[in-house]
T-cell receptor, first 113, second 113 residues
């Protein structure tokens, strides 16, 4: 059974810092890994999608890496801003059965001005 | 470009009442999913569908039912609501090709009192 873990559970940083969020998964039989952002009381916004054959994806100040063999992914946020404050969720899509998406419990990020 | 639309956004139910959460998507995705999100927990899969007329149980299906009569719609039915069903419910959809990511609706916040 796939299990996804995110560390740390919460993170507080001053504005301008570069930061790394971690995600680990137990089963490397995946199609892809997706990072989402969730603002309080809101839905999930997809940030980056990395295919199992890829090593990284970039979008603006965000860079996500994937090491499938070790079951790890990182989300790097450069020059953090108060507007980056949100919960970040990592999810992996399996490549067996109906390929369900399995979520971690998220990292709650607070960026202070 | 509506994506995945969920209604209602908020609802308060009394114990024992029933209701249907609506979900529709306009992306011609054949896979659709219902998740629930409880505070401090990751998203848990309730039911999923791989196409019109085909549905199956996820991790936490008890107390819920679904139907999929069209590609676009995937309603979730709560029968005899219980306080344990107080949660935020998210509908999502995707193509069946594993290389695609999921698209989520904005969620329905349900309180059972």
């Amino acid at each position: 059974k796939q299990e996804v873990t995110q560390i740390p559970a919460a993170l507080s940083v001053p504005e301008g810092e570069n930061l790394v969020l971690n995600c680990s998964f137990t089963d490397s039989a995946i199609y892809n890994l997706q990072w989402f952002r969730q603002d309080p009381g809101k839905g999930l916004t997809s940030l980056l999608l990395i295919q199992s054959s890829q090593r990284e994806q970039t979008s603006g100040r965000l860079n996500a890496s994937l090491d499938k063999s070790s079951g790890r992914s990182t989300l790097y946020i450069a020059a953090s801003q108060p507007g980056d404050s949100a919960t970040y969720l990592c999810a992996v899509r399996g490549n067996t059965g109906f390929q369900k998406l399995v979520f971690g419990t998220g990292t709650r990020l607070l960026v202070s001005p | 470009n509506a994506g995945v639309t969920q209604t209602p956004k908020f609802r308060i139910l009394k114990i024992g009442q029933s209701m249907t959460l609506q979900c529709t998507q306009d992306m011609n995705h054949n896979y659709m999913y219902w998740y629930r999100q409880d505070p401090g927990m990751g998203l848990k899969l309730i039911y999923y569908s791989v196409g019109a007329g085909i549905t199956d149980k996820g991790e936490v299906p008890n107390g819920y039912n679904v139907s999929r009569s069209t590609t676009e719609d995937f309603p979730l039915r709560l029968e005899l609501a219980a306080p344990s069903q107080t949660s935020v419910y998210f509908c999502a959809s995707s193509f069946d090709k594993g290389t695609y990511g999921y698209t989520f609706g904005s969620g329905t916040r349900l309180t059972v009192v």
